[in-house]
C-alpha cells in the first residue's frame, strides 16, 4: 500500500492552537507567540504548544453567589458579558462596533474638551485651584487624547510593544482622571444640588474609558511587555512635566 502526503496550500491566515479555527485577533502566548481565541485560551488555561504550558492568565466564565443560586434561579456559571453591554467593556477577541468607537471617543475626547472649555474655577480664572497645574493638565489631557485614538484603532496587527506603550500611557490618564474626579468631587456633590455639578462627574467616566482601552491594549497584540508598558507610562508623564516646567 503507497501512502501519500501531500501538503496544504498556504491560506496566509492563522489558526488557533486550542480548536484549529482561523483567527486574528485572540489571546497569544508570552513564551512561544501562539496564538488562541480568547474562549479557547480561557478553556486550556495553559498554552497547549508541547513544551511551553505557560499559564495564559484568562479568567474563566464568572460565577454568580450562592444566594443568586438559590434565589435568583441562576445557573451555576454566567456566561461572560457581550462587548458593548456596558460603558467601555471592549473584548479584545473582538473588532470595536462603531457604537464603542463613537462612546469612547464621546467620554475620553469630547468630555474632556467641554469640561475644559466650561470650566469656571478648576484650572482657569483668577482664582483657580489649580491654576498652577494648568499647562500639565493641558498637556496631559490633549496627549491622552491621541493615545485613545492609537488604543481604538483597527488597521493592521500590531506588535505587543506598541499595544503595550499605549496601553501603559492610558493607565496614565485613567489615574489623573479619576484622581481629579475625586479631588472635585465635594463640588460636585454640591453643584448637583444646584444643577451644575454634572460636568464634575466626567472625569470618572473618563476614567473607565481610559482604563478599559488600556487592558484592551495589555490582551492585543502577544500580551502585555512590562518595558513597552513602563516606557508608555513614564513618556505620558515626562512629556506634561516638561511642558508644564515649560510654562
Do not use: N
Not at 23 to 36: A, N, Y
Not at 215 to 227: D, E, N, P
Amino acid at each position: 500500500m503507497e501512502i501519500v502526503v501531500r501538503a496544504k496550500p498556504a491560506t496566509g491566515q492563522t489558526r488557533c492552537a486550542w480548536c484549529h479555527e482561523t483567527t486574528s485577533i485572540g489571546r497569544v502566548c508570552p513564551g512561544c507567540s501562539t496564538r488562541l481565541h480568547l474562549e479557547c485560551a480561557q478553556q486550556a488555561g495553559r498554552c497547549p504548544t508541547l513544551g511551553c504550558s505557560v499559564r495564559l492568565g484568562i479568567r474563566g466564565p464568572r460565577r454568580s453567589s450562592s444566594w443568586a443560586r438559590r434565589w435568583g434561579g441562576r445557573t451555576r456559571t454566567q456566561p461572560p458579558r457581550r462587548a458593548g453591554m456596558a460603558l467601555g467593556t471592549f473584548d479584545p477577541e473582538q473588532p470595536l462596533t462603531g457604537r464603542q468607537i463613537g462612546v469612547a471617543e464621546l467620554v475620553g475626547v469630547l468630555a474632556p474638551v467641554v469640561c475644559l472649555v466650561c470650566d469656571p474655577f478648576v484650572f482657569r480664572g483668577p482664582d483657580a485651584l489649580l491654576a498652577r497645574f494648568a499647562p500639565f493638565a493641558y498637556a496631559l489631557i490633549l496627549f491622552q487624547m491621541f493615545l485613545l485614538q492609537a488604543g481604538l484603532s483597527q488597521s493592521g496587527e500590531p506588535s505587543a510593544e506598541e499595544t503595550s506603550f499605549v496601553g501603559g500611557g492610558l493607565l496614565v490618564g485613567a489615574v489623573f482622571a479619576f484622581a481629579l474626579g475625586l479631588a472635585l468631587l465635594p463640588l460636585s456633590l454640591i453643584g448637583l444640588l444646584l444643577g451644575i455639578g454634572l460636568l464634575g462627574l466626567t472625569p470618572f467616566l473618563t476614567a473607565r474609558v481610559y482604563g478599559r482601552v488600556a487592558r484592551r491594549c495589555f490582551a492585543r497584540g502577544g500580551g502585555l511587555r512590562w518595558g513597552s508598558a513602563l516606557l508608555g507610562v513614564a513618556i505620558a508623564l515626562l512629556v506634561p512635566v516638561g511642558i508644564g516646567l515649560a510654562g
